[in-house]
């Protein structure tokens, strides 16, 4: 009889922080927050992330605490518009290592890319120079340059360069903010924070 080795799985660790934190000024009574996910997630997607601001760095102007503390799911902070249903970053063929084709059409036929759109896959900026080149079918586009990311398949299409994004309302004109933010795993671990001021 032939024993089975057994896979051994590790335990997941905290993701690591988010990439990229920018604040900027949304207006008197705003902040607008930006940024890219981890670098890491530790071994479990990310699930969530939270963002705390407050008017001091200790974050603890409220009774010890910040003065709010916000968890924002993924979902809800992705600023993609959809994804790659295939490219083809290591095809012999020239003309094809700058094709894109979409998952969905429909993001070219609503008007939401067209020629001359600047998208980001992967880190990657891109411009939309045709489509359904050869008629290579509507959510087909050629770009700018030879796409060279590691996936074929699945990836993110961003018309932004930073990955999530969300709006911090209500807040006293005038007042300095600090801001923190987290990601947190579907293994329920939180990262550490990332600090930006405004």
């Not at 900027?24 to 940024?35: I, M």
């Not at 001091?56 to 600023?79: H, M, Y």
């Not at 993110?156 to 006293?172: A, D, F, H, P, V």
């Amino acid at each position: 009889r032939v024993a089975w080795p057994e896979a051994i799985r590790l335990s997941t660790v905290a993701p690591f922080i988010p990439r990229s934190l920018e604040v900027t000024s949304g207006g008197p009574t705003k902040l607008s927050v930006s940024w890219d996910a981890p670098s890491s997630d530790g071994g479990s997607s990310i699930s969530s992330y939270t963002l705390e601001y407050d008017s001091t760095p200790a974050f603890t102007s409220s009774g010890g605490q910040a003065l709010d503390s916000i968890i924002i799911s993924e979902a809800e902070a992705d600023n993609s518009v959809g994804n790659v249903l295939s490219a083809y970053s290591e095809n012999p063929d020239v003309s094809l290592r700058k094709r894109v084709v979409l998952a969905d059409a429909n993001l070219v036929s609503d008007g939401i890319i067209g020629l001359g759109s600047e998208l980001f896959i992967e880190g990657q900026r891109l411009t939309v120079t045709g489509i359904n080149d050869s008629s290579c079918g509507a959510g087909c586009l050629t770009m700018d340059s030879d796409y060279h990311g590691d996936a074929s398949s699945g990836m993110r299409i961003y018309l932004q360069q930073k990955e999530y994004s969300w709006t911090i309302e209500g807040l006293t004109p005038g007042t300095p903010y600090y801001v923190r933010l987290a990601a947190e795993s579907l293994s329920a671990l939180q990262g550490p924070f990332v600090f930006a001021g405004y």
